[in-house]
């Protein structure tokens, strides 16, 4: 149990398009859902908590107009990434949360690597 | 804010033990995870401490001492497979979800050599 699933796990765009990564628990129901941004041999680096049903909440320093969050459903996130640029690419991983389980832990997608031309 | 350090990178050999150390420092402390991530993967959970003391699960144990800020992962007989990267997590209360968002270490790298 407890699987979370993205795609694409991988996407090459040039710049100045919009990518859409998706992610998706598949055998339960995330009430909270986080995307992270992940550099080479560097931390996981939280971007913004996402609550089904609502606004997403964004760390510092992320831009939410650059990163688009929506959240509509309990087994579905998505994440948008606005005119990306270069600077953009970097492997971005989601995780989810469910109410319930033993230590409220967060279940990892497994990734999407985006290249920027 | 926090700061979670750990170590760059470890080398053992199979069958060894090897003690992976994280400190840490945050406000609203709750819980400490650790988390095993293969290149290119998703990060899987390993365990789990909010109290002070030991976790022991199979081969992986995990101790925690919120007084000093400082837990760490022992991993027992290692097999070659163990080589990957583990992070570090502290889950601290925050406005945002109601239990709390994660802060991670950059990971220590453990190499387990023939």
Redesign the interface.
């Known amino acids: 149990g407890a699987v ?1 699933s993205q795609h694409p796990s991988r996407v090459i765009c040039k710049s100045g398009t919009s990518v859409k990564i998706e992610c998706r628990s598949l055998d339960f129901q995330a009430t ?1 859902m ?1 995307w992270y941004r992940q550099f080479p ?6 971007m913004a ?1 996402s ?1 089904e049903g609502s606004k997403a ?1 964004y760390e510092q320093g992320v831009e939410k107009d650059k990163f688009l969050i929506n959240h509509a459903s309990l087994t579905l996130s998505t994440l948008t990434v606005t005119s990306a640029h270069p600077e953009d690419s970097s ?1 971005y ?1 989601c995780s989810a ?1 469910s109410s319930g389980n033993k ?9 999407t ?1 985006l290249t920027v031309l | 804010g926090q700061n ?1 350090d750990q170590p760059t990178e470890m080398t053992a050999t199979e069958g060894a033990i090897v003690q992976i150390n994280c400190t840490y420092q945050t406000s609203g402390f709750n ?1 400490l ?1 650790w ?1 095993q991530q293969h290149a ?6 390993l365990s ?1 401490n909010v109290l002070d003391g030991l976790e022991e699960k199979g081969r992986f144990s995990s101790f925690l001492s919120r007084s000093k800020g400082y837990s760490y992962l022992l991993l027992k007989e290692l097999q070659m497979k163990d080589s990957a990267s583990y ?1 570090c997590a502290v889950r601290s209360w ?4 109601s ?1 709390g ?7 220590t ?1 453990v190499v387990v050599t023939p």
């Open positions: 979370v909270t986080f041999k560097k931390s996981l680096m939280l908590t609550n909440t492997f991983i949360r230590y409220n832990e967060q279940f990892f997608g497994p990734g690597r | 979670i819980g995870f988390y290119g993967e998703a990060p899987t959970f789990y992070l925050a406005l945002a979800d239990w968002k994660f802060q991670f270490g950059a990971g790298q």
